[in-house]
Structures are given as structure tokens and as C-alpha cells.
T-cell receptor, first 113, second 110 residues
Framework: EAGVTQSPTHLIKTRGQQATLRCSPI?????VYWYQQALGLGLQFLLW???????NRGNFPPRFSGRQFPNYSSELNVNALELEDSALYLC????????????FGPGTRLTVT | AQRVTQPEKLLSVFKGAPVELKCNYS??????LFWYVQYSRQRLQLLLR??SRESIKGFTADLNKGETSFHLKKPFAQEEDSAMYYC????????????FGKGTLLTVNP
């Protein structure tokens, strides 16, 4: 089966701009999680989408937002980019009420200059 | 609030030696605990979970609720075990968000 895919692989933006990151879950998976992996901070939970709705968000400002489409793919938007937003953004999908296993994508490396 | 602590950022052992990667957690309820692994140039993937009590690639991990630990062990390390290892927990309920430790980079030397 095809795994979780993310695009783009790399994204370079300047401070103040907006970034859009995309994620396609494994077929049949309806939940998508976003995580930020910043240097020195480890992997931190960002957002959870399930059945098209935002269900939970981590300790991040509102300029981090996103959405989930009817086909369960998801988009993460980061507005008013700051230098500290530079990180690897990982997307994971899961079957709700399944085995709790999250399947991760390869990530999008966002660099803010 | 839940927290996962991996006290060692780096761990280096020789091939054939035993290896133990430490993980401690804090959570008031009954968490589900996992070990995820990231090999070089590969994506993050599940190694094992405490509820299945299985051994994967020779690794085992036992949940010790008294010590709130979930250490990962392997009796004889192999060079291909070199990777970044993350301990993580899910607090339960309907939100399956993972709380990760900061990871331990394991290097197995020939």
C-alpha cells in the first residue's frame, strides 16, 4: 500500500510570508496529525484533523492552522512566518479506534530566512 | 500534563553488546507507550508498543508502572540498529496524539 505522502519536500520562505504544506494519508485512514520537529525541541504535536474537523491543537499560536478535505488529505498553513518556524513538519495518519499506530510521512523541511 | 523523558541524547555501543535505551514518563492515568525509530534517510516508524508485548528486531520493552519507565532493550546490538529512537505515549481517550521524548541517537560500532 502507498504510504503517507507530503509535499513539498523542501520549502524556503522569508519572514512574514505564508507557507502551505500538504499531506495525503494512507487510503482508508480518516485522521491526520501534524507534528513539528524543530532543532532542540523534539517532536511536538501541532494539530489533529478527523472527518474534516479540527479536533485538537497543540500549544502553538493561531497563525498555525489547517484543514482537512473530503478525501481526508490535509493542508497545514503557517502565516506570518517567523525564523523559529524553521523545522521539519511531519504528517501522520491513523485509523480511528484501531491499533493507535501512526503512520508518518517523510516530512516537509521548512526554512524561514 | 504528560511528559516523556529520554535522559541520553547519544548512546554508543559495540556490535554484540547489550543495549538499553531509557525512557521515563509522567502521566496520572494509564498511558499507551510506544517506541518509534528513524533510520538514516527513512521516515519515522513504529518499532513496538507495550500493549502487544512483542519483540521486534530483537528489541523488547517492559512497562514498569511503579517506576513509570518503558526502557528499550536488546541483548546483542547489531550495526543496522544504529538509528534515532523515540519513546512516546498516548494519553488515551479519543485523541491519539503522541507525546514524544527528545530521542536517543544509538550508534552501534563494528
Amino acid at each position: 500500500e502507498a504510504g503517507v505522502t507530503q509535499s513539498p519536500t523542501h520549502l524556503i520562505k522569508t519572514r512574514g510570508q505564508q507557507a502551505t504544506l500538504r499531506c495525503s494519508p494512507i487510503s482508508g485512514h480518516t485522521s491526520v496529525y501534524w507534528y513539528q520537529q524543530a532543532l532542540g525541541l523534539g517532536l511536538q504535536f501541532l494539530l489533529w484533523y478527523d472527518e474534516g474537523e479540527e479536533r485538537n491543537r497543540g500549544n502553538f499560536p493561531p497563525r498555525f492552522s489547517g484543514r482537512q478535505f473530503p478525501n481526508y488529505s490535509s493542508e497545514l498553513n503557517v502565516n506570518a512566518l517567523e525564523l523559529e518556524d524553521s523545522a521539519l513538519y511531519l504528517c501522520a495518519s491513523i485509523i480511528p479506534a484501531g491499533t493507535y499506530e501512526q503512520y508518518f510521512g517523510p516530512g516537509t523541511r521548512l526554512t524561514v530566512t | 500534563a504528560q511528559r516523556v523523558t529520554q535522559p541520553e541524547k547519544l548512546l554508543s555501543v559495540f556490535k554484540g553488546a547489550p543495549v538499553e535505551l531509557k525512557c521515563n514518563y509522567s502521566y496520572s492515568g494509564s498511558p499507551e507507550l510506544f517506541w518509534y525509530v528513524q533510520y538514516s534517510r527513512q521516515r519515522l516508524q513504529l518499532l513496538l508498543r507495550h500493549i502487544s508485548r512483542e519483540s521486534i528486531k530483537g528489541f523488547t520493552a517492559d512497562l514498569n508502572k511503579g517506576e513509570t519507565s518503558f526502557h528499550l532493550k536488546k541483548p546483542f546490538a547489531q550495526e543496522e540498529d544504529s538509528a534515532m529512537y523515540y519513546c512516546a505515549l498516548i494519553s488515551g481517550g479519543s485523541n491519539y496524539k503522541l507525546t514524544f521524548g527528545k530521542g536517543t541517537l544509538l550508534t552501534v560500532n563494528p
